[in-house]
């Protein structure tokens, strides 16, 4: 058969049968910014109805009901979905391969995503409402006390899982297989790396996630017992199956915003890499703890005191690779030409964040003391400072570094910036007060609390609304960079941007690197 | 920085668009909300509404299979086209060994699972270590042993008189599948169905030391008598599973003895039924089609990799849900 030197089809057939990354890419962000915004607006009921003690605006059952969708809809359909579209574009272009491995699979690994979450926000709709049991879903509150709509929640699970098991064997055959010749593992940008571990991650981790839907699907409807003490089974079963997912998972979320920074942190301090290798050996070493450590979000169940100090100990050990990765990202800027363009400063923004993120997740980890912040707003505060301001800041660092080199068009520069500044003032204003609630023992999930916290949870609603009202600015930076940003053609949009896809035409040729380019 | 070269790789096959994807997309969407509207139904449904549930999926299913049917086709026709260069072929061979490894990390959330129930939930429930509380407070009476002799809902006296909530009720088996009376050995099931399944793998190496010399004939007889014997293992699953219905009293419903024997065992075997059709229809392609050379056959090859697995997972079956 012949060659296909040809551009995107017309209409939208493109986006149906498309085979290409790039287009792949650009529906995977697209959907997750959609996804981003249903989220968020369930985040801002949540944060309505907590702007003052008492009952206010929703009843208990519908609050509980965003706290759990909101949660779902966050780490699966935006946070994860956003870096699968970053890997199906960059990935491709930075390894200098012509396509994902499997190109067909691909599509139909980002097309089954928005049927699920069609299912998943029909259950709003239901009777009995949509799953209110919080998205870390324990037995028996999604099996004996769970609403009807469980069973589609369950299955829309299963679609997911399906979704990112595709699209992690696609992005391991595609690193694995398809770079170009000379690009060794070792010289492979870091964003490739994080995300071939992410993708082991996920390969890894999805199907122990089907398990435990499963086994709740078979305790609801087949007579089953495996969350049930009457038959021998227990319900903290289901919590060590679904941590033994769920915290590798959130190294899913992060290492891959680890790998942006990586790219950018260099490219603005115009120096390489500090410590390239040990950033690898951290990243490994980082997914392999993930998986020893799952307990440490159960302290509290009455687990044997043995259990207890061998999760205590070995999340602790996870510090020091993630300090590795800090001070390596520090040690890159120092005594580096810097200038602070919008990616740079997501970048430091991260930085900061995460790290004080980490710190409390290292707080979180002393068992002794978990049982005080067991469930209190202080997780609330420490898993939004990973989440939000660790993998949705780098996810912003790396839609402002690339962009350009997607659509061929600058994106507004002070827009940019303010767009930085709103978020990060709004998000600390949000996140931080939560900190001391939690410390003083405001319990989370709760639409109602005591007097003494009103103060503080009103500052937090405000930091949240201004937090929200920053990422509107985001999406009319973005559309208008698409539609009339200033023309950019320069291959290297960043003078100190290094890799293979700043080697291109921009904006990206439709199909780039037909045949491999030589890696020196 | 860079120069083009196209002396080491040949050019990687991008296919054209393709509607496969978005139809497998409407299939698996109708069949998932079908089978999740036919559970509700079931559990939740008012029995004398008649809903169409079951339409929806047996529509999405059948969509389903008709474009997974087709989609593989459309790859064995660009193989035989010359369309997949070396690297190609070395992208499915990726894909489906990382594929089985995560058909096998499925398998240890349930493995995980018997551990977990077995050797620590077990003796808590009885009154033993640091779980223990739960006896005096909640299972007063309770007594633990595997294959679980008596649930904790039995030794209170039923769901009526259990301090907790739950769903429904769970009653022990009168006998557990382990290995009975040693004069009647040969009427252990599970043992012939180990040898069974091991002779299966075994039958299908020879087919694939047959197809690497090129000896077609051998190929399909060997690959035929392993499909032979995948049936005669379900079979005899079916069997085993009807014996157990009938003559054991062991169901879903038989505690955590019950739903980790059947859950094991059934998804077990319905990975050996899909890896009985890849199996099959690697036979029908060899027979009816005349496909696979000595260095061109990965559809069979990764059909006989997925079976393999399969009879993996079921020594491990065997061992700790039969023998130990």
């Known amino acids: 058969m012949g060659d296909h030197h040809h551009g995107p089809a017309k209409g939208l057939s493109r986006w149906l049968f498309t085979t290409n990354?790039?287009?792949?890419?650009?529906?995977?962000?697209?959907?997750?910014?959609?996804?981003?915004?249903?989220?968020?607006?369930?985040?801002?009921?949540?944060?309505?109805?907590?702007?003052?003690?008492?009952?206010?605006?929703?009843?208990?059952a519908f609050f509980n009901q965003m706290t759990t969708l909101h949660g779902l809809v966050m780490v699966f359909g935006?946070?994860?979905?956003?870096?699968?579209?970053?890997?199906?574009?960059?990935?491709?272009?930075?390894?200098?391969?012509?396509?994902?491995?499997?190109?067909?699979?691909?599509?139909?690994?980002f097309w089954i995503l928005p049927p699920a979450f069609l299912i998943l926000a029909s259950t709003l709709f239901m009777e009995g409402g949509a799953p209110a049991f919080g998205w870390t879903f324990y037995a028996p509150l999604s099996t004996t006390y769970a609403p009807p709509s469980v069973t589609y929640f369950i299955f829309s699970i299963h679609v997911l899982g399906l979704s990112s098991i595709m699209g992690s064997i696609n992005i391991i055959a595609t690193v694995m297989n398809m770079r170009a010749p000379g690009m060794t593992y070792m010289k492979m940008p870091m964003f490739v790396w994080t995300w071939l571990i992410t993708a082991f991650l996920l390969v890894a981790v999805m199907?122990?996630?089907?398990?435990?839907?499963t086994m709740m699907l078979m305790d609801i409807h087949f007579g089953t017992s495996f969350f049930s003490a009457a038959g021998g089974g227990d319900p903290v079963l289901f919590q060590h199956i679904f941590w033994f997912f769920g915290h590798p998972e959130v190294y899913i979320i992060i290492l891959p915003a680890f790998g942006v920074v990586s790219q950018i942190i260099p490219a603005f301090s115009r120096k390489p890499l500090f410590g390239y290798d040990s950033m690898v050996y951290a990243t490994a070493a980082i997914a392999f703890l993930s998986f020893v450590v799952w307990a440490h979000h159960m302290?509290?169940?009455?687990?044997?005191?043995?259990?207890?100090?061998?999760?205590?100990?070995?999340?602790?050990?996870?510090?020091?690779?993630?300090g590795v990765k800090v001070f390596n990202w520090v040690s890159t800027m120092w005594r580096g030409a810097m200038?602070?363009?919008?990616?740079?400063?997501?970048?430091?923004?991260?930085?900061?964040?995460?790290?004080?993120g980490g710190f409390t997740g290292l707080m979180l980890s002393i068992a002794p003391a978990d049982f005080q912040y067991h469930d209190s707003y202080f997780v609330v505060a420490h898993f939004h400072y990973v989440m939000v301001a660790g993998a949705v800041f780098s996810m912003s660092a790396a839609v402002y570094y690339w962009l350009p080199k997607w659509c061929g068009r600058m994106y507004n520069e002070t827009m940019g910036k303010t767009h930085f500044w709103i978020s990060f003032i709004g998000f600390n204003i949000a996140f931080f007060p939560q900190h001391f609630v939690g410390l003083a023992g405001m319990p989370r999930r709760i639409p109602d609390y005591a007097l003494q916290f009103a103060d503080f949870n009103m500052l937090s609603s405000i930091g949240a609304f201004i937090y929200g009202a920053s990422q509107i600015l985001f999406l009319y930076n973005v559309v208008a960079t698409i539609v009339a940003g200033k023309p950019t053609s320069e291959e290297k949009t960043w003078d100190g941007a290094e890799g293979l896809e700043w080697t291109v035409a921009t904006p990206a040729p439709y199909h780039t690197f037909e045949t491999p380019p030589q890696v020196k | 920085m860079t120069t083009q070269s196209s002396t080491e790789y040949e050019k990687y096959y991008v296919p054209e668009k393709s509607k496969m994807a978005i139809c497998a997309t409407i299939g698996l969407f109708l069949s998932t909300y079908g089978a999740a509207s036919i559970m509700n139904d079931m559990t939740f449904g008012d029995p004398g509404v008649e809903t169409n549930s079951w339409t929806i999926f047996w529509v999405g299913l059948f969509f389903f299979s008709a474009t997974l049917f087709a989609w593989f086709r459309i790859a064995i026709k660009e193989?035989?086209?010359?369309?997949?260069?070396?690297?190609?072929?070395?992208?499915?061979?990726?894909?489906?060994?990382?594929?089985?490894?995560?058909?096998?990390?499925?398998?240890?959330?349930?493995?995980?699972?018997?551990?977990?129930?077995?050797?620590?939930?077990?003796?808590?429930?009885?009154?033993?270590?640091?779980?223990g509380r739960m006896n005096h407070l909640l299972w007063e009476g309770f007594e633990y042993n595997w294959p679980m002799s008596l649930t904790p809902q039995e030794a209170v006296g039923g769901a009526a008189n259990q301090p907790i909530a739950n769903m429904g009720s769970f009653t022990s088996a009168e006998k557990s599948m382990a290995f009975g009376e040693a004069a009647a050995w040969y009427l252990w099931l599970p043992m012939w169905n180990t040898l069974v399944l091991l002779s299966s793998s075994v039958t299908v190496h020879i087919a694939h030391m047959g197809i690497l010399d090129g000896n077609k004939r051998k190929f399909n007889l060997w690959l035929g008598i392993s499909v032979v014997l995948g049936m005669l293992f379900v079979g005899l699953q079916i069997l085993e599973y009807y014996e157990a219905y009938a003559h054991y009293g062991l169901t879903l419903n038989s505690g955590i003895y019950g739903s980790t024997f059947f859950m094991l065992t059934g998804f077990h075997g319905f990975h050996v039924v899909m890896g009985m059709t890849m199996l099959l229809i690697q036979w029908l392609r060899s027979v009816k089609g005349g496909h696979f050379t000595a260095d061109d056959h990965f559809g069979f090859e990764a059909s006989s990799w997925y079976w393999h697995f399969v009879d993996v997972v079921w020594v491990f079956l065997f061992l700790f849900v039969y023998i130990l």
Do not use: C
């Not at chain 1, 199907?207 to 839907?213: C, H, Y």
């Not at chain 1, 070995?314 to 510090?319: F, G, V």
């Not at chain 2, 499915?92 to 995980?112: K, Q, R, T």
């Not at chain 2, 077995?118 to 033993?128: D, K, T, Y």
């Open chain 2, 79 to 131: 193989n035989i086209a010359g369309l997949n260069s070396a690297q190609l072929k070395k992208s499915y061979v990726l894909g489906m060994f990382w594929f089985i490894f995560s058909e096998v990390m499925f398998f240890l959330a349930f493995f995980g699972a018997l551990f977990y129930l077995r050797n620590l939930v077990g003796p808590w429930l009885a009154g033993e270590g640091e779980g």
């Open chain 1, 299 to 322: 302290y509290t169940v009455g687990m044997p005191v043995a259990g207890e100090l061998f999760f205590m100990y070995a999340t602790m050990l996870i510090a020091v690779p993630t």
């Open chain 1, 207 to 213: 199907p122990v996630l089907a398990g435990a839907v």
């Open chain 1, 78 to 109: 935006a946070i994860m979905p956003s870096f699968v579209g970053l890997a199906n574009w960059m990935i491709p272009m930075m390894i200098g391969a012509p396509d994902m491995a499997l190109p067909r699979m691909n599509n139909w690994s």
């Open chain 1, 339 to 356: 200038t602070f363009e919008t990616p740079m400063l997501f970048a430091i923004g991260f930085l900061v964040l995460f790290t004080i």
């Open chain 1, 21 to 60: 990354h790039k287009d792949i890419g650009t529906m995977y962000l697209w959907f997750s910014f959609a996804m981003f915004i249903l989220g968020g607006s369930f985040a801002m009921i949540i944060r309505a109805e907590l702007f003052q003690p008492g009952m206010q605006l929703v009843d208990p």
